[in-house]
C-alpha cells in the first residue's frame, strides 16, 4: 500500500513539474507559427474568383487581423477550455480531427512496437549470447538494413510486393476496406472496437489492414531496440550474480530469462517509451503511404499549407504524449526497481 | 441433448459458411455498382462557396446541388469536354432572355424536390442566389464577373418562376450561373441552422449538405472519404433519369504510387492526378482507358514581374524567351503530355486568332537572346531566383533546372527557390517574386476574361505585375462587345500586345490525364478540371 501511495504522489510531482515545459511548447509553437513565411489568408482564399476582399475575410475568421499579443491572449484562453482552433483544412475543429485521427496513429504505433519489440529482444539476446559470432553480425546486419531503408521506401516495397505483385495484402488505403462497415465507435481502436462489436470478419479485415504499415514501421525501429537489448545483456551476463547462478548449476535457461533478461529489461523499457514516442510523430511517411488517417499526415499537411491550429494542436498533442509515456515509465520503473523511487 | 447441441452447431456452420460463401456476391455486386474515385487531395466541405474549398469539394457539390442551369458537352479532337456556349436548363425546365438582354426569366421544373423530400421553389432559388451575392463567400467574386451584384436582381414572379434583371447584357451572366457556386439550397432547412451571426448558414452548410443533386451525401470525413448514394428520384441528367451508379465513394490516397496501383489492380475506377510518368507507363500496358485532354481552359506560364528590375525592361523578358528550353521543358515536366504554346509561326508576324491562349512564336536562340541582352543594356547578364511551389515540384523541379541551365549560357545567374505552397501564395500576393512558374485557370474561357483578370489591375492573379493602359481598355471594351467579328479583333489586338511586350511567357496547357478501368464510360473534362460524377456509368 505504501509503495503504491509513494509512487502516486511521485507521479503526481512530476506531473506537475512538467506543466512548465507544456506552457512553454504551447507558446514556442504559436510564435513559431507565426514567425514562418506563409500567410493562410493568402493561401485558403485562392479559389479561382478570389480578391483581396476575400483575404480580409478569411483573414478575419482566423483573426489575424489581430495584433500577435491579442492573438497569443486568444489562443491560449481557447485552449484553456479545450478548444484548439478550428482547421481551414478540413473545415472541422482541431479537437474534433485529433480525437479521431489520433487512435489511428496509436493503433499503428502501438501495433508496430508491439511487433518491433517481439523480434527485437529476442534478437537482442541471441546476439548477446554469441558476441562477435555470425548470429551477432547477422543481426546487425539486419538492424542496420531496418534503419537505413526510409520508411517510404519499405513500405513502397511491401505494397509492391504483397498487394500490387502477389495480391495477398487488401489495398493499402486507409484503416478497412471502403467497401466493408464500420463497427460503432467506442473507443475508436478498431482492433478494439470489432471485438466490442462481436464482429470477427471485420476484425481479421482491420487486422490484415493493419499488417503492412505495422511491419514497415516495426523495421524502422528494430534496431535500437535490438541493440539495447544486446548491449545491457551482455553487462547483465558478465555480472556477479549471474556467475553466482552459473555457479550453483542453474539451468541455461533460467540464467538468461530469469536473472539476465529480467535485469536487462529495465533500459529496454525506457529506450520503449521513447522510441514510441518518437514513432507516433515521425510516421508521417508511413501515414502517407497507406493513406493511414493518423495525426502525423494531418499536421504535416497543415504546415505545408500554413494552416496555424492544426499544426499547434499537434504539437501539443505530442508534447503532452511525450510527458504521459514518460510518466508511464517512471512508473514502471519504480514498480520494477523500487531503488529509483528516490527522485 | 447432445443430438440437440450438434444439431445447432450443424446449423451454424451452415449458416456460417452459407455466409461467407454468399458474402462476397453482395459485396462484388455492390462493387459494381460504387464508383471509386481516389484522389491526392481530400474533400474539405460539402459547401464549395467557403473559402479554401478544394477541386475535389467543388467536384461532389456539383453531384449533390444542382444549379439552376449547366453546361453542354462538346467534342475537341475526338474527347469529350464541357461546351460553354451550350447551357442546358438544370433545376430550370426553361429559361428565356429578353431581347433587350436585360432580362432572365427562369421556369423551374415542378417535379424537383430537395433531398429531404420539400419541393424546389423559386423562393428557394432566390435566397441561394441571394446568399452567393451578399453572404461572404467565393461565389460572390466569381458572380460579379457576370454582372450578378445584388439580391435586387433576383425576383420571385411565382413559386416556379425567378426573373433575374442585370444593370447591362452581359454574356457571362447565365455561364456564370452554371459555375460550382450558385449551389440551390434547401432554404427552409438552412435557415433552421442560421443563426444571428450566421445568418446564411455557413457553418451548418459546410458540414451538412441541403441540395437536390444527383447523389445524397452519406458519410464526409475530411481528409479522408466522403461517400455519397444516388438519389432515385433524381430526373435532371439526359435522358431524365437518375445517376448510373448507386453509390460514389471518393477518397484521399496521397501517396501517386499507390493511386497507380489501385486504379491497376482494379481496386479503383478512377484517378485524374497520377504522375505523367506513371501514366505513361500504365497507358503503355494497355489495359485501361487513358482519357487524355489539354485542359484547354488552363496555362502554365514562366512569369516575369515587370516592376521588378531588370524584367522591367522590355528587351530582358524578351531576351529570356528567346533563351528558354522549350523543347526540353515539355518533355521533361509533363512527358509530352499537353499543348504547346510555343514554336508557332505568325504567317504575316500578327496574331492569327483572338482567342486565347494561342501558340506563340517563339522558340529557342541563344543569339537572338543574346542580341536582346546587349539592346536591353545588361549584355553580361544579371543575378535572380526562379521559385516554384512545392505542391507542383512533380512538374516544376525538372523545368526550373532546364531554365537555370540555359540561361546561364547567356549569363543569367538563376537561384532555383522551392517554396512551400503557402508562403508562394503569399510572396505572389505581394508581387515579390521577379522571376517564377505558375499556373491559371479560368472557368469561363473567353479572351477578354482572360486578359481582365489575369494581366489588368493590382490583384493577385496579374503574376506580372502588368500594368498596360491600352490593353485594360479594349479588355474592357470587348467585355461587352456583342458583334462578334469587332470581339474577335479586339482579341487579336490583345494578343499582339501580349506577344510585343512579352509580359510573361505561356508555355503549355497540361493535359488532364483520366486513367480509368476499361469498362468506365462517359468521363467529360469538366471546366473544374475535375471529374462530374453524373456522366458516369459501367459499361
Known sequence: ???????????????????????????????????????????????????????????????????????????????????????????????????????????????????????????????????????????????????????????????????????????????????????????????????????????????????????????????????????????????????????????????????????AILPVITIAGIVFSTMLGANVLVEKVFSWPGVASYALDALLVSDYAPVQGFVLLMASIFVAVNLLVDVLYGIADPRATVA | MYSVISRHLISASAVLLSATLIAPAARAQSRAETLRYVTAATVNTLDPNIPGSTREAFALSMSSYDRLVSFGRKQLNGKWVFDLDTINGELAESFSVSSDGLKITFKLRPDAKFHDGSPVTAEDVKWSLDRCVTAPVLGKAQLLTGSLTSADQFKVIDPLTLEVTLPRPDKLALPNLATVYPIIINSKLAKSHATPEDPWALSWLKENEAGSGAYIVETFKPGEQAIAKRNEAWNRGSPDKPASFKRLIIQSVPEPATRANLVERGDADLVIDLQASDVQALEAKGKLKVISTPQYNAVTFISMNNKIPPFDNVNVRRAVAAALPYDDMFKAALFGRGTPLFGASWADGTPPSGGYPIPQPVKLDLEKARAYLKEAGVPEGFATTFSFNVGQAATAEPMAALVKESLEKIGIKVDIQKLPDAQMSTSINEKKLPFFTEGIVAWLPSTDYFYRNFYTGNQRWNYSSTDNAELEKIAQAARFEADKAKYEAEGKELNAIHFEQMFQVPLWQPAQDAVMVANLDGYVYQFTRQVDYRNLSRK
Request: proline fraction near 6%; aromatic fraction near 10%.
Open chain 1, 1 to 263: 500500500m505504501g509503495t503504491i501511495g509513494a509512487t502516486l504522489i511521485r507521479a503526481g510531482r512530476r506531473f506537475l513539474s512538467s506543466l512548465p515545459a507544456l506552457f512553454g511548447v504551447l507558446v514556442f509553437t504559436f510564435l513559431l507559427m507565426r514567425v514562418l513565411p506563409g500567410d493562410p489568408a493568402v493561401f485558403f482564399a485562392s479559389g479561382p474568383s478570389a480578391g483581396k476582399e476575400e483575404i480580409e475575410v478569411v483573414r478575419k475568421q482566423l483573426g489575424l487581423d489581430r495584433s500577435l499579443p491579442e492573438q497569443l491572449g486568444i489562443y491560449l484562453y481557447d485552449v484553456g477550455r479545450g478548444n484548439l482552433g478550428r482547421s481551414m483544412m478540413t473545415g472541422q475543429p482541431v479537437a474534433k480531427d485529433l480525437q479521431q485521427r489520433l487512435p489511428a496513429s496509436l493503433e499503428l504505433t502501438l501495433t508496430a512496437l508491439v511487433i518491433a519489440l517481439i523480434a527485437a529482444v529476442p534478437l537482442g539476446v541471441l546476439a548477446a549470447l554469441r558476441p562477435n559470432s555470425l548470429i551477432d553480425h547477422g543481426v546487425r546486419l539486419f538492424c542496420s538494413l531496418g534503419v537505413c531503408v526510409p520508411t517510404f521506401v519499405s513500405g513502397l516495397l511491401l505494397i509492391y510486393v504483397f498487394y500490387y505483385l502477389l495480391g495477398l495484402a487488401p489495398d493499402p488505403t486507409g484503416r478497412i476496406d471502403v467497401f466493408a462497415s464500420v463497427p460503432p465507435a467506442r473507443t475508436g481502436f478498431l482492433m478494439v472496437d470489432f471485438l466490442l462489436a462481436g464482429d470477427v470478419e471485420g476484425w481479421w479485415a482491420a487486422a490484415r489492414q493493419l499488417m503492412l504499415p505495422a511491419f514497415t514501421m516495426a523495421l524502422f525501429v528494430i534496431a535500437p531496440l535490438a541493440r539495447i537489448t544486446r548491449a545491457s545483456m551482455l553487462v547483465s551476463l558478465g555480472s556477479d550474480f549471474v556467475r553466482t547462478a552459473r555457479s550453483i548449476g542453474l539451468s541455461r535457461w533460467q540464467i538468461v530469462v530469469t536473472y539476465a533478461l529480467r535485469n
